[in-house]
């Protein structure tokens, strides 16, 4: 089945930046269509400022004939969008009233629907702006006339997409983005979600970088794509270069932005998530409460809709986890940092300089190990206030023991062995368990004897319980509760499985060298497991956790894509088959995600009551932060649509 993407709250936009000749109307137009006949499957283009005429016209502007032929050359591209079934928004000079205006003119499907006249003119240093053209507030009237038509006219004019009402299109011409309080923060409270600005925006030493963290910051600041398309090198160049820097951002991320200083015509298409901007929105009470002092005319326009495959958007596959080295080295650098200070907060404010940990040799064991030891140094503590308590049960292996207490040999903490075997096997005794019925009693006794020793332990040193429990695992429930999903402060319960690997691993690099690095690259690699099934014959792990859960993987880009962008089931396996195609069939990726909205929903209860830890990023389930849900919610719903998928896929 052809999926489209209003089918999923996306709509398609390119942006072009032509080649061009000053004041070769005929050339500039051909150009545009050329550009827009050469990319299949977009429907909606974005072109700059005066883009018809050149921006660099000078006193070619005054020059009656010029304006004449733009404006015949508007219907001239009105009637190849005819032909096309496509909207333009093209810069062209305007004449109203007496005065010249700087325009955008919204072409639909035939129809030119709007100008829009700049608002702010630059007339400083390089720019002589006021010279030819007025602002929007000069203008006599509301409308203009041309060969008939009525055509609105004004900076106060928004624009509906047809069959997608929440995208709805404001429009910016180049300063007016720059300036201290732009049009688009009115234009975005009054609806707009989509943000246009025309450009024509010569080049200088640092402006590219300065540009894209402007069009990135407008994009952040009004929860709303924004779409700037630039003037290139076909521009005068008298005095000043242009680039054609192009960009489309949503929502603070640049999605596409074209090569500069090209004269050939350059095109970008991107994906804008319409929905996602909306649910932003609707997070977000500031913005809520936010009133426009502008009122805006609303134009509806016809938006042809596009197919959504390929999609034309990154899609990571790690959602927590940056594809470039750099940035996640960064990344890992800064939760680190937020780990360790909130566990330095909490010892400081309860005057402790004991804590107790249970290690197994696993990835969250280890973090949370590695945490505590900075957060001692931080504090100036001895690492030797730190008990590091490891407790080898009926699963343990020689691998994670051995690297369980070389690391808290190295690491100069105190390391304690206590094995569990004879506590718990007295426990089945007393509940009249068989012990060689491996069922969720044998599991979960382990797992609760260990939690209370550490407790206990806790009592006895006088010092502070570290949860080691993760974020992935809190969203499962994998967890057994009152036993590991209990503590005194748990410092990973803001961290991603796959983000906590890439943590260890950095550890490994800047923080811990040696062979304690080494020990810590071998932590890695381990599969995780509980490890509360007795190992293989060889001695190798033979509980591995993503047999029975499901993959880490899947489950956190499950879990950013449901609480952080609150999606649908069926949008967010449409995104999976984008992300994993190579991976996972569509049938795995379905059977995972309804494992996980299964778990996701019936252990709520144990999110419920956790201990505090610091939140580290977007996404967090903790219930004093920005994650309230009833345990008692019913799941029905959200299965039915991943239900409703699977039957419209098996009907085609």
Same mark, same amino acid.
């Given at each position: 089945?052809?999926?489209r993407?209003?089918?999923?709250?996306?709509?398609?936009?390119?942006?072009?930046?032509?080649?061009?000749?000053?004041?070769?109307?005929?050339?500039?137009?051909?150009?545009?269509?050329?550009?827009?006949?050469?990319?299949?499957?977009?429907?909606?283009?974005?072109?700059p400022?005066?883009?018809?005429?050149?921006?660099?016209?000078?006193d070619?502007?005054?020059?009656?004939?010029?304006?004449?032929q733009?404006?015949?050359?508007?219907?001239?591209l009105?009637?190849?969008?005819?032909?096309?079934?496509?909207?333009?928004?093209?810069?062209?000079?305007?004449?109203?009233?007496?005065?010249?205006?700087?325009?955008?003119?919204?072409?639909?499907?035939?129809?030119?629907?709007?100008?829009?006249?700049?608002?702010?003119?630059?007339?400083?240093?390089?720019?002589?702006? @006021? /010279?030819?053209?007025?602002s &929007?507030?000069?203008?006599? %009237? *509301?409308?203009?006339e041309? $060969?008939?038509?009525?055509i609105? =006219?004004?900076?106060?004019?928004?624009f509906r997409?047809?069959?997608?009402?929440?995208?709805?299109?404001?429009?910016?011409?180049?300063?007016?983005?720059w300036?201290a309080?732009?049009?688009?923060?009115?234009m975005?409270?009054?609806?707009?979600?989509?943000?246009?600005?025309?450009?024509?925006s010569?080049?200088?030493?640092?402006?590219?970088?300065?540009?894209?963290?402007?069009v990135?910051?407008?994009?952040?600041?009004?929860?709303?794509?924004?779409?700037?398309?630039?003037?290139?090198?076909?521009?005068?160049?008298?005095?000043?270069?242009?680039?054609?820097?192009?960009?489309?951002?949503?929502?603070?991320?640049v999605?596409?932005e074209? @090569? /500069?200083?090209?004269?050939? &015509?350059?095109?970008?298409v %991107? *994906?804008?998530?319409?929905? $996602?901007?909306?649910?932003?929105? =609707?997070?977000n009470?500031?913005?809520a409460?936010?009133?426009?002092?502008?009122?805006?005319?609303?134009?509806?326009?016809p938006?042809?809709?596009?197919?959504?495959?390929?999609?034309?958007?990154?899609?990571p596959?790690?959602?927590?986890?940056?594809?470039?080295?750099?940035?996640?080295?960064?990344r890992?650098?800064?939760?680190?940092?937020?780990?360790?200070?909130?566990?330095?907060?909490?010892?400081?404010?309860?005057?402790?300089?004991?804590?107790?940990?249970?290690?197994?040799?696993?990835?969250?064991?280890?973090?949370a190990?590695?945490?505590?030891?900075?957060?001692?140094?931080?504090?100036?503590?001895?690492?030797?206030?730190?008990?590091?308590?490891?407790?080898?049960?009926?699963?343990?292996?020689?691998?994670?023991?051995?690297?369980?207490?070389?690391?808290?040999?190295?690491?100069?903490?105190?390391?304690?062995?206590?094995?569990?075997?004879?506590?718990?096997?007295?426990?089945?005794?007393?509940?009249?368990?068989d012990?060689t019925?491996?069922?969720?009693?044998?599991e979960?006794?382990?797992?609760?004897?260990?939690?209370?020793?550490?407790?206990?332990i806790?009592?006895q040193?006088?010092?502070?319980l570290?949860?080691?429990?993760?974020?992935?695992?809190?969203?499962?429930g994998?967890?057994?509760?009152?036993?590991?999903?209990?503590?005194?402060?748990?410092?990973?319960?803001g961290?991603?499985k796959?983000?906590?690997?890439?943590?260890?691993a950095?550890?490994?690099e800047?923080?811990?060298a040696g062979?304690?690095?080494?020990i810590?690259?071998?932590?890695?690699?381990t599969p995780?497991?509980?490890e509360?099934l007795?190992?293989h014959e060889?001695?190798?792990?033979?509980?591995?956790?993503?047999?029975?859960?499901g993959?880490?993987?899947?489950?956190?880009?499950?879990?950013?894509?449901?609480?952080?962008?609150?999606?649908?089931?069926?949008?967010?396996?449409?995104?999976a088959?984008?992300?994993?195609?190579?991976?996972?069939?569509?049938?795995?990726l379905?059977?995972?995600?309804q494992?996980?909205?299964?778990?996701?929903?019936?252990?709520?209860?144990?999110?419920?009551c956790?201990?505090?830890?610091?939140?580290?990023?977007?996404?967090?389930?903790?219930?004093?932060?920005?994650?309230?849900?009833?345990?008692?919610?019913?799941?029905?719903?959200?299965?039915?649509?991943?239900?409703?998928?699977?039957?419209?896929?098996s009907?085609?």
């Amino acid at each position: 089945m052809e999926t489209r993407l209003s089918t999923h709250g996306l709509v398609r936009i390119g942006v072009v930046s032509p080649e061009h000749r000053v004041a070769d109307i005929a050339f500039n137009c051909e150009q545009i269509r050329q550009a827009v006949n050469a990319t299949a499957d977009c429907r909606f283009f974005l072109l700059p400022e005066l883009c018809v005429t050149a921006y660099s016209c000078g006193d070619l502007f005054f020059q009656s004939l010029l304006i004449e032929q733009a404006q015949q050359a508007l219907f001239e591209l009105a009637e190849f969008s005819a032909e096309k079934q496509l909207t333009l928004v093209v810069g062209t000079p305007v004449a109203q009233g007496g005065r010249l205006f700087n325009c955008a003119a919204f072409i639909s499907c035939g129809q030119i629907l709007g100008l829009v006249p700049k608002t702010f003119l630059p007339n400083t240093q390089e720019f002589y702006e @006021e /010279r030819w053209f007025s602002s &929007s507030a000069d203008r006599s %009237a *509301d409308f203009v006339e041309w $060969r008939g038509e009525t055509i609105p =006219f004004g900076s106060d004019l928004l624009f509906r997409a047809e069959g997608l009402s929440d995208c709805t299109i404001g429009i910016e011409i180049c300063e007016d983005g720059w300036v201290a309080n732009p049009p688009s923060g009115q234009m975005a409270v009054s609806g707009a979600t989509v943000l246009l600005n025309l450009s024509a925006s010569p080049e200088l030493l640092g402006k590219e970088a300065y540009r894209r963290t402007l069009v990135q910051a407008n994009s952040a600041r009004c929860l709303a794509a924004y779409v700037y398309a630039s003037a290139g090198p076909g521009e005068s160049s008298t005095d000043l270069v242009f680039s054609g820097h192009s960009l489309i951002a949503e929502n603070g991320v640049v999605l596409a932005e074209t @090569e /500069r200083f090209k004269f050939d &015509s350059q095109t970008i298409v %991107a *994906d804008i998530d319409i929905e $996602r901007l909306v649910n932003e929105r =609707f997070k977000n009470n500031s913005f809520a409460a936010s009133r426009s002092e502008n009122g805006y005319r609303l134009i509806d326009f016809p938006l042809s809709d596009a197919l959504a495959t390929p999609l034309l958007r990154p899609v990571p596959a790690t959602p927590f986890v940056p594809v470039a080295a750099e940035e996640r080295a960064e990344r890992c650098h800064e939760i680190f940092e937020i780990q360790t200070t909130g566990l330095a907060k909490r010892l400081r404010h309860v005057n402790c300089c004991r804590a107790v940990i249970g290690i197994s040799g696993g990835l969250d064991s280890t973090l949370a190990l590695l945490v505590t030891v900075k957060a001692f140094d931080k504090l100036g503590y001895d690492r030797s206030g730190i008990e590091a308590v490891t407790m080898p049960g009926f699963g343990t292996t020689g691998r994670t023991r051995g690297n369980a207490e070389r690391l808290a040999e190295l690491l100069g903490v105190t390391l304690r062995v206590i094995s569990i075997d004879a506590a718990v096997r007295q426990h089945f005794a007393d509940l009249g368990h068989d012990e060689t019925v491996h069922n969720i009693t044998y599991e979960n006794s382990q797992a609760r004897e260990r939690t209370q020793l550490l407790m206990n332990i806790s009592n006895q040193v006088g010092g502070l319980l570290i949860g080691t429990g993760d974020l992935s695992e809190l969203a499962l429930g994998w967890c057994t509760y009152n036993g590991d999903h209990m503590s005194m402060y748990g410092v990973n319960g803001g961290v991603p499985k796959t983000l906590v690997r890439y943590l260890v691993a950095w550890c490994a690099e800047a923080e811990f060298a040696g062979e304690t690095g080494d020990i810590l690259i071998d932590v890695c690699e381990t599969p995780v497991s509980p490890e509360l099934l007795p190992p293989h014959e060889n001695g190798e792990i033979k509980q591995r956790t993503e047999d029975k859960v499901g993959p880490y993987l899947l489950h956190d880009f499950f879990l950013y894509h449901c609480v952080r962008l609150q999606f649908r089931p069926a949008k967010i396996l449409f995104l999976a088959q984008q992300a994993f195609a190579d991976q996972f069939s569509d049938e795995v990726l379905r059977q995972w995600l309804q494992v996980f909205y299964r778990r996701f929903f019936s252990q709520q209860f144990k999110r419920s009551c956790l201990p505090d830890g610091p939140k580290v990023g977007s996404v967090v389930l903790s219930p004093r932060g920005d994650w309230r849900m009833p345990s008692d919610a019913c799941v029905a719903l959200w299965l039915k649509d991943l239900e409703q998928l699977e039957t419209t896929d098996s009907d085609d």
